[in-house]
């Protein structure tokens, strides 16, 4: 059985949140971690977890940094602390889309990591434009002891950087793409118990639904472009990524 690492179910609600888990349940996808980016989306990360193949993130995506004050802060602490709470993020720098003030996102991230130490839950992180701005500040502060870098879209320097500082990392539908080579060749060089593998549901939807919205139910296709990418059998990383997921999330 097969375990999102990160969608965003809130985000897929166009249908019931209970009839897209059902039908990732059909394609073989036993569990999900639902990801909040925001304060409103977090507190329903932690309702829709209350069904148990749900688990729930809380934080502020770092393109909503500069909302990052006192009040939301405290809120998200609050969060944090709840039992179906698996993660903190997602969180990080993403300066691609410069929706948010460089100096605004670091700070919200370093607040971030603070949260997954203080409280021992793992760190979700988002890159964009931004992988060695995050190893730095990483590096900086000290990691948590549990993170990942979500859909991976770092060089191989970069990734062996973040190996090095004990990170898990997660390819998402994006891998599957025909032009995604490099996405592919950094899929076989993470080692096999560092390894996620997720959704970003309702984005990046692999190949061959590629257009349309994307679901945890995808995960499969995700999987099966990783597998093929290491030359390893689906079926057997489905189960190797699941038990990492577990591990990663603090669920075993």
């Given amino acids: 059985m097969w375990f999102d690492s990160h969608c965003h179910l809130h985000l897929c609600e166009t249908a019931r949140a209970d009839q897209i888990i059902e ?11 639902t990801v909040g980016i925001d304060v ?8 829709l977890a209350a069904d148990a193949r749900v688990h729930a993130s809380v934080g502020l995506h770092p393109n909503s940094a500069d909302s990052w004050d006192e009040p939301t802060a405290a809120t998200i602490e609050e969060l944090v602390s709840a039992a179906d709470v698996v993660a903190v993020g997602e969180t990080g720098l993403d300066f691609y889309r410069d929706h948010a003030k460089p100096d605004n996102q670091r700070r919200a991230f370093k607040d971030h990591i603070a949260l997954a130490k203080r409280f021992d839950k793992a760190l979700v992180i988002h890159t ?4 060695d701005a995050a190893l730095d500040v990483l590096t900086a502060d000290g990691p948590p002891s549990r993170l990942v870098f979500h859909c991976w879209s770092g060089d191989e320097a970069q990734l062996q ?8 990392i997660s390819f998402a539908g994006n891998v599957s ?3 995604a080579q490099d996405l592919r060749a ?3 060089l993470v080692p096999s118990d560092r390894l996620l593998v997720e ?3 309702p984005y990046l939807t692999p190949e061959p639904h590629r257009g349309r919205p994307n679901e945890p139910g995808h995960v499969p296709l995700v999987g099966e472009a990783v597998a093929g990418a290491r030359h390893e059998d689906a079926a057997t990383l489905a189960r190797v990524t699941a038990t990492n997921a577990r591990r990663f999330f603090g669920l075993v």
């Fill in 199 to 201: 959704t970003d549901s």
């Fill in 128 to 131: 964009r434009a931004s992988v």
């Fill in 186 to 188: 950094a899929a076989a």
């Fill in 177 to 179: 793409f025909k032009n």
């Fill in 23 to 33: 039908t990732a349940a059909a394609s073989g996808v036993s569990e999900m971690v």
């Fill in 161 to 168: 950087r973040a190996l090095e500082l004990g990170s898990y």
């Fill in 40 to 47: 409103a989306s977090s507190r329903r990360s932690i309702e």
